[in-house]
């Protein structure tokens, strides 16, 4: 595991190279100047190309949990990130930061993850480490 | 190997008279480049190693990145004519940085990318040697097959998303020379070729940082003022490749929307 432990915040102030025109699909139908943080439980790692998913639940309107869903990169950048298949399980408490669809749907781009030992990755690895693009 | 003059003259004069509206395969002249064009196995065990996954290393993805995207002009910047530089920055400016017209580009419609937009794609890439041949496959399963034993296109190849590549090796350098290529294939994200007449020149080598280095050289008088001239570098990258099926879990949508249903038993 290439996962590095490393401070939160990293992440969200954009120390991540992303160049999203490189990506699989327009990014525009996302909000990226604003990046939402909440407390999740996992309910699945969708591990599929073109794109992760990562479906998880967070506290909804009245505190009830709801069901999102999260995109990642593809395998081979989240691989060469230093995830897999296995980096997260059902039901695994986690925190995650992500570009909300602007479409006010429940779903978003993921940003970073905070995983149960307290490491924080990305879609593209560890903070700051570079790596590329999304597909 | 080098050919004497008498023998080149007579390939030269064997092919003019083998010249027609349809040429087959074996009239093709063969390449006579000096030196190990791996046209044997014993040849190939002296072209250069390069065992092993590529993959486009940060500096490649910005350049990239910035020839397809930033709305200024920059040194990565694809000298288009004045139509098609309307077009790329109609779709620069787009919310995120990103092509407007990326729903409808080939990588999120499950297309190939096809060439020369595959030499800078994010995938992992190998190469492969046999007789006469050297293969490119990328991990999206795009496969450029590239004639090493050729000294020519065929005549009126069809237009393919990988186009009709030949090689030779000047050197521990790869040459690779390709035409007929689809427009639909993209210079590219977002970018089609403009017509069938794009001709792309890749030199290939390992270069001092032991990078593969590809130089390349594309030009089509439909859709740049100049040849468009950049260079791509890939890393070594550890590991076996890694699968790529498009089609499995596609949610992007032609319309630009994603598809949120989610998987069943959630």
């Known amino acids: 595991m290439r996962i590095a432990k490393t401070v939160f915040f990293a992440a969200a102030a954009g120390m991540i190279f992303i160049p999203a025109a490189l990506a699989h699909h327009s990014y525009a139908v996302f909000n990226r100047k604003k990046t939402e943080v909440s407390v999740a439980m996992v309910r699945l790692l969708e591990w599929k190309n073109p794109h992760v998913w990562l479906w998880v639940l967070m506290p909804g309107t009245g505190g009830a949990p709801k069901l999102w869903g999260l995109e990642a990169t593809d395998i081979g950048s989240l691989k060469r990130g230093g995830w897999s298949k296995n980096t997260v399980k059902t039901g695994d408490k986690v925190k995650v930061a992500f570009h909300p669809l602007l479409s006010g749907q429940a779903g978003g781009s993921l940003v970073s993850i905070t995983l149960p030992d307290g490491t924080v990755t990305t879609p593209y690895g560890p903070p700051g480490a570079g790596g590329g693009p999304p597909q | ?266």
């Open chain 2, 1 to 266: 190997m080098f050919q004497s003059s008498a023998s080149r003259w007579c390939i030269a004069v064997g092919f003019i008279i083998a010249l027609g509206p349809v040429r087959a395969d074996d009239q093709i002249p063969a390449n006579h480049w000096p030196g190990e064009q791996g046209l044997t196995w014993a040849s190939i065990a002296k072209l250069p190693n390069w065992r092993g996954l590529w993959y486009p290393d940060p500096k490649s993805f910005r350049e990239s990145d910035q020839a397809i995207s930033n709305p200024k002009h920059t040194p990565y910047s694809a000298p288009l004519t004045p139509k098609w530089e309307a077009y790329r920055l109609a779709h620069a400016a787009a919310p995120g940085g990103f092509p407007a017209n990326a729903s409808k580009a080939n990588a999120a419609l499950c297309l190939p990318d096809g060439m020369p937009a595959l030499m800078q794609a994010p995938h992992g890439f190998e190469f492969f040697y046999a007789p006469g041949r050297v293969a490119i496959v990328a991990e999206n399963g795009e496969v450029r097959h590239i004639y090493t034993d050729a000294g020519a296109h065929p005549d009126d190849p069809d237009d393919t998303w990988e186009g009709d590549s030949i090689g030779h090796w000047e050197g521990d350098t790869l040459v690779v020379d390709t035409i007929a290529i689809k427009p639909v294939a993209e210079i590219f994200m977002g970018l089609p070729n403009a017509s069938d007449k794009t001709h792309v020149v890749e030199r290939i080598h390992l270069n001092a940082q032991k990078e593969i280095q590809v130089d390349t050289v594309v030009t089509n008088p439909d859709e740049f003022t100049k040849p468009f001239a950049y260079t791509r570098t890939w890393q070594s990258e550890p590991g076996r490749a890694v699968e790529y099926v498009c089609l499995e879990g596609n949610r992007a949508t032609p319309s630009g929307t994603i598809d949120l249903t989610p998987p069943a038993g959630l």
